[in-house]
């Protein structure tokens, strides 16, 4: 699952508790209603003025949050950011009609802390930003209509300094929550690319760079299987150094490993991003070149042989070659027959006097 598919996920997750919200606000209000009835302080009636401001006129507003958000979400118009945007301040809505209706009990404006934690899940510091800001705005709204109407004293004044901190509080903890996430994504992707490095390692020979001899057929059962679905040319390339043995015999084996680490360079270089360079063992080569025709495969090891017998080695003024086979894939060939083939030239160039190309 990628992270647009999490975030999908989890703004799912967020319309859910946002409908339960309303849901357990709905039911509290008409609960609250009930009691002040019970007990005489609103009468059971339709024309009631409380009934209306204070139960109905809330349910309706938290359920036009609620279902614009989801049109939001839903529309195909609407940009990624728009839709995160959206269910929070669907949520921050639900605080403000709730801190506004009961402003009396200031506490209620502690339900903004919600949308606040919440909005620091995205790991997005300008959500995050966005909810706290329209929080402070929309709590100074009630405190302000309560010192317009005088309601202000002594405990109303801590309590409002107390919503206030909370908020704070709430917005300190979700940016130290998206720091501590950043902080873990940099050490998954740090221990991710240091994976890759490994793995890659496991896979290249360490003496040329190239994929080693576990590593071609890797690369091979994929390149015949994309070949086939593809319809595209396959060719494999089958290399060995001209007399290696005699350079290692005469010169030593470092000199030796000379050689093989510059056809390895001279190899990857006429080998595109599309193409394998693999070191199957010893001084025998091969190149698994993907898209490529039996004469564009001819065309670049005739290139290879080239600029390795111009190569200038310091331990000897003659120059070295090597003889290559080269096999097109066929289709539904098995991978035994198609190396086969491309190996049975090899060694025909070999036997019929080296320095060749045998397709």
Known sequence: MNNEELIKEYRKQLFAVHAGTVAIVSVAEIAAYLIFVHI???????????????????IILNFLAHMAARWLCKSESVNHNLKNYSIIY????????????HRDYIVTGCSYVFPIILSALYNDKVILKQSLWSSLILVSVSVATLFAEGKI????????????????????CGILSINFSEMNFSIIEKQAKENDRLEEEIDLDQMTGLFNHEAFYERLVPAIENSE????????????????????DTYGHDEGDDVLKALA?????????NDYACRFGGEEFALILCGKSLEKAEEIVRS?????????????????TFSSGIARYQADETIETFFDRADDNLYTSKKTGKNKITL
């Open 40 to 58: 005489g302080h609103h009468s059971l009636s339709l024309e009631s003025r409380y009934l209306w401001l204070n139960v109905v006129f809330p």
């Open 265 to 273: 360079g001279i190899l990857k270089g006429v080998c595109d991003e």
């Open 153 to 172: 004293d002594v405990t109303m004044l801590i309590n409002i300094i107390v919503v206030y901190g909370l908020i704070a509080v709430s917005y300190l």
């Open 304 to 320: 290879a042989m080239k600029n390795f017998y111009e190569y200038r080695f310091e331990f000897t003024d003659k120059s070295l």
């Open 229 to 248: 679905n593809g319809t595209k040319d396959l060719s494999l390339v089958m290399i060995d150094i001209d007399d290696f043995k005699n350079i290692n």
């Open 90 to 101: 669907a949520m921050i809505a639900t605080s403000f009609v709730v801190s506004l209706i």
